[in-house]
């Protein structure tokens, strides 16, 4: 009973807690990003404890956005103990930790599992990485969202996750089912992330991550190392049948592998590791082991990166109609230096009109939100997207800022786009058919559509009266809803394609952008 | 065998043995193979689908939905007109001209309210179902003796942003009411032998309980029917792609009036939309009208909504005449046994 009590209060069974307790955290702020949840709880925390996105963002726009501050937080333990966000804290992590726990049942043999946990030349690739990540970020292309765990968890866990527990439990997890672009490959990247580690254990955290790689960047500093008593090692080994980081505690310890598990200083038989206060930093490899050409190498990428990337052209002239930016968004280029991809904007929207592009905005842009009117469409009284956007990419707008009201009446709403007509597709234009049901559904006041009645003779001579709708483009706010409830569901007849959007000079189609003074007359007409 | 055989004796008829299966095994591995061949035929015959088919031409089926309507009363009028300041004491006017709650709801009854709900807006706007409409009503019938309530609606926009902004969602909590948003498996495919309505999936969850229904429809100007009121509310019912409807808006509509046959409806014209119908927008689109009117002739109910609430010619309301043709209801609102009070 005694011994029992004694173990709870080892450090190895607090970690676990701090797991359980962490990981459980970030799911259930997954769950609640939903509107009929999210009372005003920090639905993006975990992004922004994320060091390397406040560090990134701070690169590409010289600015620390809001609750990107609290990645303090994290640094400070990370300069005292060393990458102990990596094991305690780190949900991907967590997630790794396990599975590999569980594959590791399988490699049972003590030898294997201490062979396993060596350090391997290989994991110095995410110091290249994050190399090639911050100097992409230097030119102006944010990309560490490719690869951040949280970005990555958040972004799995939305378009991949979330939609398949809806499919397997119909309506458990949103009202009516949520379908995201591509997500099919999302989905089967996590799917190899996590069943890498039966071939390494924690192979995404130790070669790929990161986060992981500015973490123990930082780490080298830090003042509380593992430290092995060479004079008490008996050179057994088995201080690696558990070490998480593969981070070699048997003779020099890699500080910036050691995820502060305290594994190594449970499993040793001697006694011979333990957690010291400033030990002697000659037993040790304080510094990551980057070979300098490959560091040159990562930075080639990044610069290619981006210079390839913008040379497409998709961020300039050669824009992409489909690229419709949630509302609030900055203008593209900016957009582009905030957007790390964690898709948390998609997660929350209540329509699933957000989605996840693949190449739409070109290579930068990958898994970037964009709207996608089949699916659904932007919600006239909702700001949702913006209110967990950690980074800013969309603005955390208010409702009358979004939609021209109050102090904002003169500056006009938010445009996402224009609304255009395909007559040819159009069931009252050429098929001799009632509909209009895009003028229904027009949620500005006065609407943006509007009909004229014809009657016209048809196709058997007998007269019929219909109404034909046309677009008032300078009171489309581009919110798609036409397009979603057009009965045309393949193609739709009206269609908003991006032109007009308020956010870009470059890109607005009225000359003065706004409300004009047709509009100013129309407001005063009666119906 | 042996323990130690004799390799020079014993080689070749071992040798022999070992090669020589023997009839059980022989048996029980004919027989699987035999077992699943067999298996395999059967069930290819017993799936097998001779004749070829066109697909989507097969016979349909669907649910019918119950009469919730009450008995018809020689005495009691089946039309009220209610003028008052606030929803409360107007909908307890005009429901108490009718009789009161008693006469529609028994104590137990499991009863179904279906606000309109379509429209993600703030109840100023007079695009949805007011949520003191919805509150004044279901304390009637939870006074009544209802064992439970439903609220239901499957809405344009999406269905917990309507809820949450209209208000009716603080209703049903404070109130108890259980809300039935449309989920994935609430519908089912109904069958009527409507004029252009005939199968069409319906929002079934909360039919499958409720002994009555009550419709509470904001009075409402519509782009393409000119009007939604206590009949077009019964839209909110359908799922699947409702946008086919405006193909032959004035039909549907009446079709509504053939496959709801509701216990009460009420429409609450306290604030009308006047212009930029359906979804509204600007509080410049809402007058006051001060009035409730309920019943049980949906036909009537919204030839009134029209004609007084609206103030518009009802000549042009293409499926009150329909409606009226079809014998689904009285577009003559003053021929019908009616009361005008002042709550």
Known sequence: ?527 | MSANPDPSETQHPVQEAENRISRREFMVRAGATGALLAGAAAAGRALWKPDHFVPGFQAEKGLQLANYAPEISKVLPSMAIAHGQDHDSTVRAAIGALGGMSRFIKRGDVVMIKPNVAFDRPAALAATTHPEALRAVAKLVIEAGAAKVFIADNPINSPAGCFLKSGLRQVANDLNLELLYPETNSFSPLQLEGEVLKHWTFFHEPFKKATKVIGVAPCKDHNLCHASMTMKNWYGLLGGRRNQFHQHIHSIVSDFALMMKPTLVVLDGMNVLMSNGPTGGRLSDVKHMGTVVAGTDMVAVDSYGYSHLLERDLAELTYIHKAHDRKLGNKNWKDTLYKEVQA
Not at chain 1, 176 to 198: E, K, P, S, T
Not at chain 1, 359 to 382: R, V
């Open chain 1, 1 to 527: 009973m005694k011994s029992n009590f004694r173990d709870l209060l080892k450090l190895r069974s607090v970690r676990r807690v701090a797991q359980v307790f962490f990981f459980s955290l970030f799911l259930f702020f997954v769950v609640i990003s939903d509107l009929r949840y999210l009372k005003g709880y920090p639905a993006s925390l975990f992004l922004e404890l994320d060091p390397l996105v406040a560090f990134a963002t701070a690169i590409t726009t010289h600015t620390v956005y809001m609750g990107l501050l609290l990645s303090l937080l994290l640094i400070l333990p990370t300069l005292l103990f060393g990458r102990i966000f990596c094991n305690w804290i780190c949900p991907y992590g967590i997630l790794h930790h396990f599975i590999g726990w569980l594959m590791g049942k399988r490699r049972a043999e003590e030898r294997e599992r201490i062979e396993a946990n060596r350090y391997k030349k290989l994991y110095s690739l995410k110091y290249v990485i994050l190399i090639g990540m911050v100097v992409a970020a230097v030119c102006g292309s944010l990309q560490i969202g490719l690869l951040d765990p949280i970005c990555l968890f958040h972004r799995s866990m939305t378009t991949a996750i979330m939609p398949m527990l809806n499919i397997f439990i119909p309506s458990s997890v949103y009202v009516r089912q949520y379908f995201h672009m591509g997500a099919w490959v999302i989905g089967f990247i996590l799917f190899f992330l996590v069943g890498m580690n039966v071939l390494i254990p924690r192979f995404f955290c130790r070669v790929l991550c990161p986060l992981g790689a500015f973490l123990g960047t930082l780490s080298s500093f830090a003042l509380w190392r593992i430290d092995r008593d060479p004079d008490k090692c008996v050179d057994c080994d088995l201080c690696l049948k558990s070490c998480e980081g593969a981070s070699d505690p048997h003779t020099q310890l890699r500080k910036s592998e050691c995820f502060v598990c305290f594994n190594c200083v449970e499993d040793c038989p001697e006694d011979a590791i333990s957690f010291k206060f400033m030990p002697p930093l000659k037993r040790e490899i304080t510094a990551p082991m980057v070979p300098a050409r490959r560091a040159l190498l990562g930075s080639l990428v990044g610069v290619g990166f981006f210079a390839f990337g913008r040379g497409s052209g998709k961020t300039d002239r050669d824009y992409n109609k489909k690229v419709i930016r949630p509302p609030g968004s900055v203008e593209e280029k900016d957009f582009l230096d905030r957007c790390i991809k964690c898709d948390q904007c998609i997660r929350v929207c209540p329509t699933n009109v957000l989605q996840p592009s693949l190449l739409e905005s070109g290579l930068e842009g990958i898994w970037t939100p964009i709207l996608n009117m089949k699916l659904g469409y932007c919600e006239l009284n909702c700001t949702l997207c913006g209110q967990v956007c950690p980074t800013g990419a969309i603005q955390r707008i208010t409702i009358e800022e979004k939609t021209g009201m109050g102090p904002f009446a003169e500056e006009g709403p938010i445009r996402l786009g224009t609304a255009f007509y395909d007559h040819g597709r159009c069931l009252p234009w050429s098929m001799e058919t009632p509909c209009v049901v895009c003028e229904e559904v027009c949620p500005v006041s006065p609407k943006a559509i509007y009909s004229r009645e014809v009657t016209i003779t048809k196709r058997d001579g007998n007269p019929i009266t219909l109404r034909r709708p046309y677009v008032d483009p300078a009171l489309c706010i581009g919110c798609g809803i036409c397009e979603h409830e057009c009965p045309v569901t393949d193609e739709a007849a009206i269609r908003v394609t991006a032109i007009g959007e308020t956010r870009s000079r470059e890109r607005r189609l009225l000359m003065d952008g706004g409300v004009t003074s047709s509009v100013r007359g129309l407001e005063k007409r009666q119906r």
